[in-house]
């Protein structure tokens, strides 16, 4: 198992662009989490699914911000009319269920607004 | 509401001196705590755990962190660092409850110094 998987790794956009990230989590987790990460600051919760379902989203999801588990396995993250603002480093991380709460995360998807 | 916070933004060390990261949190019901290490340009990586049991807890790289509950904290020590151990050090809590989404500090900047 190589972990959880994030691509591309760096990503530079146009503002107003579309972009979408891609996360494979470890492939016996059922739970997937998306933080977002600025400079100099913590991570900071988004959404999570269980399986496919999106069972909780932050207010920081924007409605241009749109999050998909379609098969309860990959994930996408889209941001549609990128702003300057949504510049971070966007992470994945995946935990089993059943009440085990170490999450695992990804290497992080650093996004440039220009 | 939950919330982390770590008291330093940045610890400034010798090597071979030891160090303490403090890390307070508050939660109106029980939490599991975590100090997660991040290097420049990657994810993050898990040090230690506290769920339950012994509230002195071992981690990799040599730290370990003490959860006091009468004091809310959950502090990382090392006795002796190393140059290797620059880093961003991130206190999280994670709920007990529902999604067990994981809820960031600030992080702390720890620099060593030869």
């Known amino acids: 198992d190589t972990g959880v998987s994030q691509n591309p790794r760096h990503k530079i956009t146009k503002r107003g662009q579309n972009v979408t990230f891609r996360c494979d989590p470890i492939?016996?987790?059922?739970?997937l989490y998306w933080y977002r990460q600025t400079l100099g600051q913590g991570p900071e919760f988004l959404t999570y699914f269980q399986n496919e379902a999106q069972l909780e989203k932050s207010r920081l999801l924007s409605d241009r911000f749109s999050a998909e588990r379609p098969k309860g396995s990959f994930s996408t993250l889209e941001i549609q009319r990128t702003e300057q603002g949504d510049s971070a480093m966007y992470l994945c991380a995946s935990s089993l269920g059943s009440g085990n709460t170490e999450a695992f995360f990804g290497q992080g998807t650093r996004l440039t607004v220009v | 509401a939950q919330s982390v916070t770590q008291l330093d933004s940045q610890v400034p060390v010798f090597e071979e001196a030891p160090v303490e990261l403090r890390c307070n949190y508050s939660s109106s019901v029980s939490v599991y705590l975590f100090w997660y290490v991040q290097y420049p340009n990657q994810g993050l990586q898990l040090l230690l755990k506290y769920l339950s049991g012994s509230t002195l807890v071992k981690g990799i790289n040599g730290f370990e962190a003490e959860f006091n509950k009468s004091q809310t904290s959950f502090h990382l020590r090392k006795p002796s660092v190393h140059i290797s151990d620059t880093a961003e050090y991130f206190c999280?809590?994670?709920?007990?409850?529902?999604?067990?989404?994981?809820?960031f500090g600030a992080g702390t900047r720890l620099f060593v110094k030869a």
């Open positions: 492939s016996e987790h059922n739970r």
């Open positions: 999280a809590v994670s709920l007990n409850t529902g999604g067990f989404k994981t809820i």
